[in-house]
């Protein structure tokens, strides 16, 4: 491992999972969502081009898994044109030093995601007494110090183009984190959301383990602003997306998707605002 880089004195693998673990769905012929335990990594290219990015990086210590699923999707020794980062959390950063060490490619993430991603600033603690299931009282054993990656991690250009995919723009969508961004094609309206609302009940453990569908906002015991996260949602729906790829639970699309987030941004405040915790006004 390069020196230089590191991850957190309390970096560690988590002993959580789902039904989904270890299997992929192509929700489009040029976007492919991995499962790695509870999280999601997204392969963003089509196959027969070779040419390709991921969108964030699972749970510690799942490179070899995700070299593997590259390899197997665009073939032996292929490698991406550069790493995008829709947060720094540890569960889309676990594999992100080996990788790097692994592909040499770039790393972009938000101008306010830098300072969790190069060792400067750490998160605000996860909450485990917030309103939910298992997860969210699991969530105080997660890992919170920062990776520090260093040089090997660029900001995203200000004009919200993405390096090496033209075709998609990313969106601020803050809320989960400071500098969580959301990716977006506006030509088929295709969403990679991150964290900024995901398609399971994140923080109880039952649903997560059998990854039942339905919309949420962003996992509880990791959000801290939940205004912020209530305009990135509004933003996100205004944007009308027929497919959205989100870091937990499946993809939606069609009816489902379009009905399902006009629910959210009209019941945030019920659905994803936790009755009780820290980060609670």
Known sequence: MDKRMNYGSDFKSIPATSISSGSGISVLPDLYCHTIQIVNIHLVGNPNSGDFILVDAGMPNSADEIISVTEERFGKNSRPKAIILTHGHFDHVGAIIELINHWKVPVYAHELELPFLTGLKRYPEPDSSVEGGMVAKMSKMFPNEPVNLGDN?????????????????????????????????????????????????????????????????????????????????????????????????????????????????????????????????
């Open 153 to 281: 991690v660029e900001k995203l250009p200000a004009d919200g183009s993405i390096p090496y995919m033209p075709d998609f723009s990313w969106v601020h969508t803050p809320g989960h984190s400071p500098g969580h961004i959301s990716l977006f094609r506006e030509k088929d309206r295709s969403l990679i959301a991150g964290d900024a609302f995901v398609t399971v009940k994140q923080d109880e453990l039952y649903k997560v383990l059998t990854q039942k569908q339905e919309i949420n906002g962003p996992p509880r015991y990791l959000t801290t602003d939940w205004i912020a996260a209530k305009n990135s949602v509004s933003k996100l729906a205004a944007l009308k997306p027929l497919v959205a790829a989100t870091g937990h639970g499946l993809p939606m699309t069609g009816d489902l998707l379009s009905d399902s987030m006009e629910k959210l941004v009209r019941e945030f405040d019920n659905i994803a605002i936790p009755d009780h915790g820290k980060y609670i006004d």
